[in-house]
C-alpha cells in the first residue's frame, strides 16, 4: 500500500502568483483615507508605532485567500494499492566455478578480469532487470550444489553471487549433475515458464549425470534450456605463481561447444557464445528479451477531500480579520 498526496485540481494552484501582486497593491498602491490636521503638535503626543499591528488583518486576508486557493485545488490524501498478476517465469542460473574460469581473456576498461569476475558482474546486471521472476542458482565444479533457492529477494541472491569464488566447487566441470540439480529445483513448480540458463566455459569431465541425459530429463519435464560458452579460441592467460614472482603464461582450454548447442537444442532452448565481455552482456539481455512475462497490474486507490478543512480554516481567519478589524485593531475612519 502506498500513501499519496494530491490536488485532483492542480491548475487553480496558479492562481496563487496574483498573491504578491495584491500583497504589494495593499502595501504600496492602495490610497489610504486620512485626517487633516492644523497643527501637527496635536498629534505629537501618539508617539511612534514600533509594531506595525495594523498590518496584522491584511497577512490573516492574505492567508485566507491561499487557503482559499488551496481548497479550489482540492487536495487529497489517500492510498494506493497494485495487484501484480503475473505468472512469472522461474530461472535457475548454472554458473561454473571450475579452476578454468580465472582465465584473464576478457577486458573491462583496458584491464584483464577473469571469466568468473566479468561473468559476476554481468549476472548481476541480468538480475537487475527481473521484476516478478524467481531466480534460484546452482554452482558446480567437480560437484554441484544450490548455492540459492528460487526466490524474488534479489538482494540475497545478488549477495550469494558476490560470494562466488573459482574452485569453490572443486577444479572439473560436472555439468550433467548442474542441470539435473537445477531441474530438481523446477520440476515440481507450476509457472508460465521454466528456464533454466547454464554458462561454462569447459568440458564436461566429471559428474554422475551425462549432459544430454540431464537435458532429456529438463525437456520431459518441459524446461527451457539456454547454454551459454565463455572464452575465447586458443590459448587463454593465466596468472600464476613463480619463483619468480607472479607470471602470465598460456594454458589451452577446451570448449564442449557442440555438447551445449544439443543440450539447448533438446530443450528449445538456444546456444550462445561470448568471446568477450560486451558479447557476454549482449547474451544475457537477449534471454531477457525472450523470456519476458507480461505483467498486469490493478491499482485500487481511495481519496479523501481535505479541501472542507481549509474551507473552514480560512473561515476562522477570516471571522478573526473582521473581529480585531472592529475592535483592537480598529482604524478612523
Not at 574460469?101 to 561473468?119: A, P, T, Y
Not at 521484476?131 to 565444479?141: E, L, P, S
Request: charged fraction near 25%; proline fraction near 4%; include cysteine.
Amino acid at each position: 500500500m502506498e500513501t499519496i498526496f494530491r490536488f485532483k485540481d492542480p491548475f487553480f494552484l496558479l492562481l496563487l502568483l496574483l498573491v504578491p501582486g495584491y500583497v504589494y497593491y495593499e502595501l504600496k498602491l492602495k490610497k489610504r483615507p486620512y485626517f487633516v490636521f492644523s497643527d501637527l503638535s496635536l498629534v505629537a503626543a501618539a508617539g511612534k508605532r514600533r509594531i506595525p499591528w495594523h498590518r496584522l488583518t491584511l497577512v490573516i486576508r492574505v492567508l485566507v485567500v491561499i487557503l482559499i486557493i488551496l481548497a479550489l485545488a482540492r487536495p487529497q490524501s489517500g492510498s494506493l494499492e497494485r495487484e501484480v498478476s503475473s505468472p512469472g517465469v522461474d530461472i535457475m542460473l548454472c554458473l561454473d566455478t571450475s579452476g578454468s574460469m580465472q582465465g584473464l581473456d576478457f577486458e573491462v576498461k583496458g584491464e584483464r578480469r577473469s571469466r568468473l569476475d566479468v561473468i559476476k558482474e554481468v549476472v548481476t546486471n541480468f538480475i537487475k532487470k527481473r521484476k516478478t521472476d524467481r531466480i534460484g542458482m546452482v554452482v558446480y565444479g567437480a560437484e554441484a550444489f544450490t548455492q540459492c533457492p528460487l526466490t524474488m529477494d534479489y538482494g540475497v541472491l545478488a549477495d550469494f553471487l558476490s560470494r562466488l569464488k573459482i574452485g569453490m566447487a572443486g577444479d572439473q566441470t560436472a555439468i550433467g549433475d548442474a542441470l539435473a540439480i537445477a531441474v530438481k529445483r523446477l520440476k515440481d513448480i507450476k509457472a508460465k515458464s521454466k528456464i533454466i540458463i547454464l554458462l561454462t566455459d569447459g568440458v564436461n569431465n566429471t559428474g554422475s549425470i551425462e549432459p544430454l541425459e540431464a537435458a532429456g530429463l529438463a525437456k520431459t519435464f518441459d524446461i527451457k534450456i539456454y547454454t551459454v560458452g565463455v572464452g575465447t579460441v586458443g590459448p587463454v592467460p593465466f596468472l600464476v605463481d613463480t619463483p619468480f614472482g607472479p607470471k602470465y603464461v598460456m594454458q589451452r582450454v577446451d570448449l564442449d561447444k557442440v555438447t551445449l548447442e544439443k543440450i539447448a537444442a533438446v530443450t528449445g532452448g538456444k546456444f550462445f557464445l561470448a568471446s568477450d565481455t560486451e558479447k557476454l552482456g549482449t547474451i544475457y539481455e537477449t534471454i531477457d528479451k525472450m523470456e519476458k512475462t507480461t505483467v498486469k497490474i490493478k491499482e485500487y486507490s481511495r481519496f479523501e477531500e481535505l479541501f472542507p478543512y481549509l474551507i473552514m480554516l480560512a473561515g476562522i481567519f477570516l471571522l478573526l480579520e473582521v473581529f480585531l478589524a472592529n475592535t483592537v485593531l480598529r482604524t478612523a475612519p
